[in-house]
């Protein structure tokens, strides 16, 4: 290969990039060139995606300064602009584009979920964004190669929940090689009959020729004849691949009353309604189950996971509508089940998704088990909402009714996905009708029935304004193969201590001991009653923290959430056990560091497998006014 060398440079002003694990992604540009070789060596296609994005050098090294970018290939030869090619070598590099995107779309289908690296490669290339404009395209030395990538218009999308944005736009707008059509070879002439040797008479052939055509006479009349044969009905191929393609988006109809989705011993049904759209269809609503497993059913492009997983669960179509290929009606419905006796017990998290398109949107997703409905939520959608998940609620399946252990807002990010954090708006509005009876209870409501084989319960939000420090999560143990795997993510709301940042809080000698301000709740268990000290604290002084464990256990994730929002917030984590943590900064690296980032939000891992008794941890943040500490601990339990 030739030295890098800058093929294009593009101006920053109007864009935002794309955020992955806190950084702009581009900061990862070594681990992207490491997954798009692992996809080359899965599709035996050497060379053909290494260099597909061009590697962005910023001045000064601070994207956030940069008024420019500079893009390097160190392919060799010319650098050609797309615009500039001939027609048929554009239609091959869009045929060449198209079908890298095919291959990362197949690589995040496969690994989006997994623990380890390949689950985080997934999540990273589903934030890759590409311009929607061709003029980002250059070919060199016969190669694609992608500028100006990772990078978003600014107000358009979150830069931390983007997906795939971009991609169907830039392959949409890439010509198409034309389909070849073999030309109908031109009819043979008839073979003229051999001339008679020389000096040979030709009246004893033209006897025999006579002969032959009266022969052949009374053979046409008076042979026997069957019925004439039926000419071939040709049917249009086209036709019958829209009729089938109109099959797979049609509305289903509903039948006695009952909603098609209801099957199963539990399913999932999302159906919509949809106003002010640019096309009859309305835009794509995605509907998205997590099942106890961590199995993610999806309907979007983020892997399009309509199943079945290990224990069937599936999701029987995609409704694109307007934005479909061809175009539906749009509304669904998409339902999620699995069969009867066969989905797995434990937590449901359901959400819905504005994947694409413009309009309003009024949706009901209701939740059944067989065919009695337990849940119904409704709620509207925006264009404001495109590209990320709004988690609607859960159930939990099982064989008896257990209490609240955490609000539903957490759940998803075991898959990847991101939750609003607290305190942020939006415009997500719903509302829930269940159809048994209400308990209520200090986090929010929980209303359940039992059936003769499951028991299903509803939880709902917790309260807007929470007053308590509650720290809970349940450590399950995996009966099929032994190990740990968490089935709840963890919710910690604690009070803040204003101090110095090298003092310890009043009444602890050391970091660690039993002293300890936040109130640890084991699942089950009521949260602390109200009127506690934490009660008379104004809601800006009310933190909110979320440990989430994937699905191997082998991280810890923490979300921690600044309120109000500082830019120039530091976060210091640390743990009495001399746990190690890894640096939001360091990606895919497995080098033990202190955690010190810098900005509102920080997103954490922590080491090691599910503590098997409590801990505590330190939460410090310093801004110009001053520096915050938190204690609270982490309490786990095993079950079944």
């Known amino acids: ?41 899965q599709t035996g296609a050497p060379g053909s995606l290494r260099h ?45 584009i198209r079908k890298a995107y095919a291959h990362l779309q197949e690589f995040v289908a496969t690994c989006h979920g997994r623990p380890g690296k390949e689950g985080q490669y997934a999540e ?8 929607s404009d061709p003029a980002c395209l250059f070919v060199v030395d016969g190669k694609p190669v992608i500028t100006n990538w990772g990078f978003l218009p600014e107000g358009a999308h979150d830069p931390a929940t983007t997906i795939f944005v971009g991609w169907d736009d830039l392959t949409s707008r890439l010509p198409r090689a034309p389909t070849s059509v073999a030309p109908t070879p031109p009819p043979r002439a008839a073979p003229r009959p051999p001339a008679p040797p020389p000096g ?42 829209d009729a089938d393609n109109d099959e797979n988006d049609q509305t289903a109809t509903m039948t006695a009353g009952i909603d098609p989705g209801a099957r199963g011993n539990i399913s999932f049904t999302l159906v919509w309604t949809h106003t002010n759209s640019s096309r009859p269809g309305g835009p794509d609503i995605d509907l998205q189950v997590l099942d106890p497993n961590g199995q993610l059913l999806s309907t979007s ?33 998409e339902r999620a089940y699995w ?27 209701r939740v059944y088990d067989r065919d009695r409905l337990v849940v119904e939520k409704r709620g509207t959608l925006t264009p404001a909402d495109e590209g990320s998940l709004l988690e609607v609620g859960q159930v939990v399946l099982g064989d008896t009714v257990t209490a609240v252990t955490a609000p539903p807002s957490t759940a998803l990010a075991t898959a990847g996905t991101t939750a609003p954090p607290g305190g942020q708006a939006s415009s997500q509005q719903s509302t829930t009708t269940s159809t048994s009876g209400d308990t209520p209870g200090g986090g929010g409501t929980t209303s359940s029935w039992s059936s003769a084989r499951s028991s299903v319960r509803v939880i709902d939000e917790p309260p807007s304004q929470p007053t308590f420090s509650r720290v809970s999560s349940s450590t399950w143990v995996d009966t099929r193969s032994g190990r740990p795997v968490i089935r ?53 002084r009310v933190k909110r923290f979320s440990l989430i464990m994937d699905s191997e256990g082998s991280f810890l994730d923490q979300f921690l959430q600044s309120e109000p929002i500082h830019p120039e917030t530091t976060w210091d984590l640390q743990d009495p056990q001399g746990q190690t943590f890894v640096s939001d900064k360091a990606f895919f690296k497995d080098a033990a560091e202190k955690v010190r980032a810098t900005g509102p939000t920080a997103v954490l891992r922590l080491i090691g497998p599910p503590p098997e008794r409590p801990y505590e941890v330190k939460v410090a943040y310093t801004n110009p006014a001053g520096t915050r500490v938190f204690y609270f601990s982490v309490t786990t339990r095993k079950g079944e």
Not at 62 to 70: N, T
Not at 317 to 331: A, I, V, Y
Not at 529 to 538: I, K, S, V, W
């Open 488 to 540: 709840l993510a963890s919710e910690a709301y604690a009070a803040e201590e204003q101090e110095s940042a090298a003092t310890p809080p009043s009444g602890r000698s050391e970091f660690g001991s039993a002293a300890n301000t936040a109130t640890t709740t084991i699942p089950g268990t009521a949260a602390p009653p109200l009127g506690t000290a934490t009660d008379e604290l104004p809601p800006d």
């Open 52 to 96: 597909l994005f061009a590697k962005p050098v910023i001045e000064g090294l601070d994207l956030s300064q940069a008024q420019q970018l500079g893009w390097m290939t160190d392919l060799p030869g010319e650098a050609v602009p797309f615009s500039t090619l001939p027609t048929a070598k554009q239609q091959e590099v869009g045929t060449q």
């Open 200 to 241: 040979e008479s030709g009246s004893w052939g033209k006897w025999l020729l006579l002969a032959l055509l009266v022969a052949g006479l009374l053979a046409w009349l008076f042979w026997p004849r069957g019925p004439r044969p039926t000419p071939p009905v040709v049917t249009d191929q086209t036709e019958d691949n």
């Open 1 to 41: 290969m030739s030295p890098l060398r800058v093929i294009a440079t593009t101006p920053t002003k109007g864009l935002k990039p794309a955020i992955f694990l806190n950084q702009p992604v581009h900061q990862h540009y070594i681990n992207l060139q490491a997954v798009l070789g692992k996809i080359e060596e």
């Open 301 to 333: 492009n983020i892997g399009a996971r309509l199943g079945p997983t290990p224990e069937g669960g599936r999701i029987d179509r995609d409704d694109r509508g307007g934005w479909g290929r061809p175009p539906s009606p749009g509304g669904g419905p």
């Open 124 to 131: 990273f290339l589903r934030l890759i964004a590409v311009p």
């Open 339 to 365: 069969p009867d006796g066969q989905a797995p017990l434990g937590t449901y998290t359901y959400g819905v998704s504005y994947y694409r398109g413009d309009g309003d949107v009024d949706y009901t997703l």
